[in-house]
C-alpha cells in the first residue's frame, strides 16, 4: 500500500505541476487575447484612417479636376488672347510708331497691346503655378496612399501572426487541461487501490484472528535461521531484498496528509526476494496497485507485505522459513520502478520496519 501512496503522492506532484503549468497557459491566453484585442482594434483605427485618406484623396482629385477645369478656362482664354495679338499685327510696336496714325490713337492702341501682353504673361504665370500645384496633389495622393497600404500591410501581417499564436496557446491550455483530467482520474484510482489494500489487511487480520484466538503462540511454525516468536524478533530481522531504500517509514509526504508506512526497496529485477521470518502465506495473488503480492503471517497478530514482485513462489497456505525465496523483483501493478514494497503491520497498524531490521 505505501507504493501505492508513493505513486499517488508522484500523481499529485504532477498534478500540482500540471495545474501550475495550466495557470501559466491561461495567463499566456488571457494576454493573448489582449493583444489580439488591441490589434484589432489598431486595425479598426486604421481602416477609419484608410476611409479618411481615402476621402482625402477624393477631396484632392476633386481639386485637381477643377484645376485641371480652370487650367483648360485659362488655354481657352490665352488662345484668344493669341489671337488678339495676332489680329494687331505682326509688326506690332514698330508698325505703329511708323505708320503716321492720329498720336493719341497710337498710344491706345500701344497702351492695349501692353495690356495685353501683361495678360498673357499673367496667364502664363497662372496656369504654371496651377500645373504644380496639380502635380503636389497627385504625389500626396500617390505618397500617402502607398503609406497606407504599407501600413495596413504590416498590422495584418501582425494580426495573422497573433492569431496564430492565439490558436496554439490554445491547443496547449486544452492538451494541459486534459492531462489534468487524467491525473486526477489516476489520483481517485489510486486512492480506490489504496483502500482496497487496506480492506485485504483488515480482512486477512479478522480471518486470522477467528482461526488463531489473540495471544496464542503458533509454535507449529517452522523456525529456520532467525528462531523465536516475531515479537521477540525486533531489531534482528534482514530486509527481504538487497537494495536502495527509496522513502522512510514515517516521513512527511511532500504534498501533506498521512506520512509513510513502510519502504520501497529499488533492487534488480529478478533479484530474490525473501521472507524475512517463518510463517504462512495467508495471501498470494495479484491486486490492483501492488501487483503480484505475498502476505505471510508470523503469528501472534504479525503480517509482513511483499508488494511488486515479478513472480511469487508461494501460495496460499505455504509455510515458509526465515530466508526462503519467496518471490522475485519486479515493476507489476503498474510501478514506476523496479523493486519491492515492504510492511510490517502489527493487527492491521504499520510500524517502521527499519525498526525491525539489521542492515549491513
Do not use: C
Amino acid at each position: 500500500m505505501e507504493t501505492l501512496r508513493l505513486r499517488m503522492e508522484r500523481v499529485r506532484a504532477e498534478l500540482a505541476g500540471a495545474e501550475e503549468n495550466r495557470n501559466e497557459a491561461r495567463e499566456e491566453l488571457r494576454e493573448s487575447e489582449r493583444a489580439i484585442s488591441d490589434s484589432g482594434r489598431a486595425l479598426r483605427a486604421l481602416a477609419e484612417q484608410r476611409e479618411a485618406l481615402r476621402s482625402e484623396i477624393r477631396a484632392l482629385q476633386a481639386q485637381k479636376q477643377a484645376s485641371e477645369t480652370a487650367m483648360a478656362a485659362r488655354e481657352q482664354q490665352l488662345g484668344k488672347l493669341l489671337a488678339a495679338t495676332y489680329r494687331a499685327g505682326e509688326a506690332g510696336y514698330v508698325r505703329l510708331l511708323l505708320s503716321g496714325s492720329d498720336p493719341m490713337q497710337t498710344a491706345r492702341d500701344l497702351h492695349y497691346l501692353a495690356h495685353l501682353a501683361k495678360a498673357h504673361a499673367a496667364f502664363l504665370d497662372a496656369t504654371r503655378a496651377e500645373l504644380e500645384v496639380l502635380r503636389n496633389l497627385e504625389y500626396r495622393s500617390r505618397q500617402k496612399t502607398a503609406e497606407l497600404e504599407q501600413t495596413e500591410e504590416v498590422h495584418r501581417a501582425h494580426h495573422a501572426q497573433q492569431l496564430k499564436q492565439h490558436a496554439a496557446r490554445r491547443r496547449v491550455l486544452e492538451r494541459i487541461s486534459a492531462q489534468i483530467r487524467l491525473q486526477k482520474q489516476e489520483v481517485k484510482t489510486l486512492a480506490r487501490d489504496e483502500a482496497r489494500v487496506s480492506r485485504l489487511v483488515e480482512e486477512l487480520s479478522r480471518v486470522i484472528a477467528a482461526v488463531r484466538p489473540r495471544g496464542t503462540r503458533d509454535d507449529a511454525l517452522p523456525q529456520a535461521g532467525v528462531a523465536g516468536p516475531f515479537s521477540a524478533l525486533k531489531g534482528r530481522l534482514r530486509l527481504p531484498v538487497r537494495g536502495e531504500l527509496a522513502n522512510r517509514f514515517g516521513t512527511p509526504r511532500m504534498t501533506g496528509g498521512p506520512s509513510w508506512k513502510g519502504v520501497f526497496i529499488r533492487a534488480t529485477g529478478g533479484e530474490e526476494v525473501r521472507a524475512v521470518a517463518a510463517g504462512r502465506v495467508v495471501f498470494s495473488d495479484w491486486m490492483r496497485g501492488l501487483g503480484n503480492l505475498l502476505v505471510v503471517d508470523h503469528g501472534q497478530g504479525y503480517l509482513t507485505i511483499y508488494g511488486n514482485n515479478e513472480s511469487v513462489y508461494k501460495t496460499l497456505g505455504d509455510e515458509v522459513r526465515a530466508g526462503d525465496v519467496v518471490g522475485s523483483v519486479g515493476a507489476s501493478g503498474g510501478s514506476q520502478e523496479t523493486g519491492l514494497y515492504f510492511e510490517i503491520r502489527h493487527e492491521g497498524r504499520a510500524f517502521d520496519p527499519l525498526t525491525w531490521v539489521t542492515l549491513r
